[in-house]
Antibody
């Protein structure tokens, strides 16, 4: 059974660095072809893909946010961590992590429940 | 402004058939990138509904189907049910942006 769970602060001040952790089970990021992504959704708005890390440590980022994002993995702990620097109130959103399955296409078959992060002073 | 364009809202009566559209460009759907669909029930996380253009995961009901043509894709729901009231998102891969892209979402209301 595949599960993912996001964790991190619920409130962050502007200009601070946000660190989110995705803890997953039911699969290993040592498995060839698998990946874990971060996707966010501001209140009442659409989904936005942020970053994706693969089993071989290959990483891709949204071009519009690339300079502020870092994604890493700890395979031994089944963790994927997203760091976002210099946050702003527009970064207020529910942040989801999701699994990319072992295919040549990019989609996400299992999602966490999400964690709401508010950026406010 | 989302890379993939979806109508903000669609409505239908129980039992009817509705079609949700997703319009892309020659850098994503038109370039042959696969299209995927997600259902987001109120207050819940998105859930994969259709993958690789036309395939349903085990948990998706058979009344959901999808197709693609040119730079567009569509999701059809037959025998509309009240529990289908949700937001629906299409997703593909964009060659210019070199990453996954989502549509702006369509809110389906079951009258």
């Amino acid at each position: 059974q595949v599960t993912l769970e996001e964790s991190g602060p619920t409130l962050v001040k502007p200009t601070q660095t946000l660190t989110l952790t995705c803890t997953f089970s039911g699969f290993s990021l040592n498995t060839r072809g698998l990946g874990v992504a971060w996707i966010r959704q501001p209140p009442g708005k659409a989904l936005e893909w942020l970053a994706l890390i693969h089993w071989d440590n290959d990483k891709i980022y949204s071009p519009s946010l690339k300079s502020r994002l870092t994604i890493t993995k700890d395979t031994s702990k089944n963790h994927v961590v997203l760091t976002m620097t210099n946050v702003d109130p527009v970064d207020t959103a529910t942040y989801y992590c999701a699994r990319r399955p072992r295919t040549s296409s990019y989609f996400f078959d299992y999602w966490g429940l999400g964690t709401l992060v508010t950026v406010s002073s | 402004q989302s890379v993939l364009t979806q109508p903000p809202s669609v409505s239908g009566a129980p039992g009817q058939r509705v079609i949700l559209s997703c319009t892309g460009s020659n850098s994503n759907i038109g370039a042959g990138s696969d299209v995927h669909w997600y259902q987001q029930l109120p207050g819940a996380a998105p859930k994969l509904l259709i993958y690789l253009n036309t395939n349903r995961p085990l948990w998706a009901p058979a009344r959901f189907s999808a197709s693609r043509s040119g730079t567009s894709a569509s999701l059809a729901i037959t025998g509309l049910q009240t529990e289908d009231e949700a937001d629906y998102y299409c997703q593909s891969y964009d060659n210019n942006l070199r990453g996954p892209v989502f549509g702006g979402g369509t809110k389906l209301t079951v009258l």
